[in-house]
């Protein structure tokens, strides 16, 4: 639970910003990350970019043993990483039909060996094949493996990405791209989003908490055995440098699967609101953001100017951002957060007033990151000893949107 002397300590630190910024709380972040490793345990974790934005944050990261490598959410940005030193190892963990970006790849020697993009289908191979010509130098790639539970026929739990199920399927793809000019195949991935993604604590639903348990049980069990079948097949085929799996919400689990070699993981660092509702960890929360109050609508309302920063996902009320410090703070049913303005009613709207600060989480992770330019950086414990130890800019402050 939020706490006083945690809200005097970021009033402290930042004092002398007007809001709306945004803030990461470095003790959190560390701890967050020392808490991932423990969680890992021992296997290397990937860090997911689209969680974070924001290089120094990255970096910070990675220099922590026990990370290694990135995954990218688009090419654009691995290229942009690559070039500038982040990592020489970027996993980009969705298709691209990036024409320029594929011909600045095979352009480029060092990010060709740096950079494996992510393929499921002979479809993708085309596309490659038409940005570049039949001629073009080697391109690593990583084939993904579709995790979803299908428990009976008609019914898919889990996220719609690769058409790549069996191992049937996976070894006749590893073949067909070995047998490729111009291609590599170096890895494997499978990103189980229904163990890794849902919570398995949502506060106020027992029953639905207990099926959603039930649910990623069995379907772990059926993956862990469909993922080692796969892997043993395409290895036959292709000397694979890495198998990649899990997220933040299933390292324990992903982990005990002797075919994976590395985890991904990246939320985990910031500890947005969605993470909230599972019972085998609770990060930190280490991303946070300050908006002023505007107006005094009520006795036990405040207005503050605007906040609406909604996750991605399904438009539901878990995807908006959520007042964290004063206490006892809540959105309205009937506005929520908007673009312009965000209404706050609870017992500690009766002690704001204009130019007073009420701090938020997002519900998700790097999104933050694309509402502002730059994150202040708070260290030190306690009111008296804490200050913004440097500000650092978000991939939006360096003038990038991937996306």
């Given at each position: 639970m939020p706490?006083?002397?945690?809200?005097?300590?970021?009033?402290?630190?930042?004092?002398g910003l007007d809001p709306p910024f945004a803030v990461v709380d470095l003790a959190a972040f560390d701890h967050n990350a020392t808490d991932l490793l423990r969680r890992a345990g021992g296997v290397p974790i990937r860090l997911a970019t689209k969680s974070v934005r924001c290089r120094y944050l990255l970096e910070r990261a990675l220099a922590r043993t026990g990370f290694r490598g990135l995954?990218?959410?688009?090419?654009?940005?691995?290229?942009?990483?690559?070039g500038l030193g982040t990592s020489d190892d970027l996993l980009v963990a969705y298709p691209t039909a990036d024409r320029a970006g594929l011909r600045r790849l095979a352009a480029d020697p060092v990010a060709r060996r740096a950079i494996t993009i992510t393929v499921d289908s002979l479809a993708h191979l085309d596309l490659v094949d038409a940005a570049l010509g039949a001629d073009h130098p080697e391109i690593r790639v990583c084939l993904e493996l579709d995790t979803a539970w299908r428990p009976l026929p008609g019914v898919h739990?889990?996220?719609?990405?690769?058409?790549?199920?069996?191992?049937?399927?996976?070894v006749t793809l590893a073949e067909q791209i070995t047998r490729?000019?111009?291609?590599?195949?170096?890895?494997?991935?499978?990103?189980?989003?229904?163990?890794?993604?849902?919570?398995?604590?949502?506060?106020?639903?027992?029953?639905?908490g207990a099926a959603v348990r039930w649910m990623q049980r069995r379907s772990a069990a059926e993956l862990a055995a469909r993922r080692a079948a796969v892997v043993a097949a395409v290895r036959s085929v292709a000397p694979l440098e890495f198998v990649n799996g899990g997220g933040t919400g299933s390292l324990e689990v992903t982990r005990a699967d002797n075919a994976v070699t590395e985890l991904a993981a990246?939320?985990?660092?910031f500890g947005p609101t969605l993470f909230d509702a599972?019972?085998?960890?609770?990060?930190?929360?280490?991303?946070?953001?300050?908006?002023?109050v505007v107006r005094r609508p009520g006795r036990r309302s405040a207005t503050l100017l605007t906040g609406g920063y909604l996750a991605s996902g399904p438009a539901k009320a878990d995807r908006l951002p959520q007042p964290y410090l004063p206490a006892g703070l809540r959105l309205t049913a009937t506005e929520g957060a908007g673009e312009v303005q965000t209404p706050v009613v609870g017992r500690a709207a009766a002690r704001l007033r204009p130019g007073d600060r009420v701090w938020l989480r997002h519900a998700k992770a790097g999104e933050l990151a694309?509402?502002?330019?730059?994150?202040?950086?708070v260290s030190g414990d306690g009111a008296a000893r804490a200050v913004v130890e440097r500000t650092v800019p978000t991939y939006r402050g360096e003038a990038t949107c991937f996306g």
């Open positions: 706490t006083e002397p945690e809200l005097d300590r970021l009033e402290a630190a930042t004092k995954m990218c959410y688009t090419l654009a940005e691995a290229l942009w990483l690559c739990v889990g996220t719609r990405r690769s058409p790549v199920r069996t191992p049937v399927q996976a490729r000019p111009g291609f590599a195949l170096v890895g494997i991935m499978a990103y189980e989003g229904q163990i890794a993604g849902v919570g398995d604590a949502p506060p106020g639903r027992p029953l639905y990246g939320s985990g660092l599972y019972r085998a960890f609770r990060p930190r929360p280490a991303a946070l953001f300050a908006l002023p694309e509402r502002f330019t730059e994150f202040h950086l």
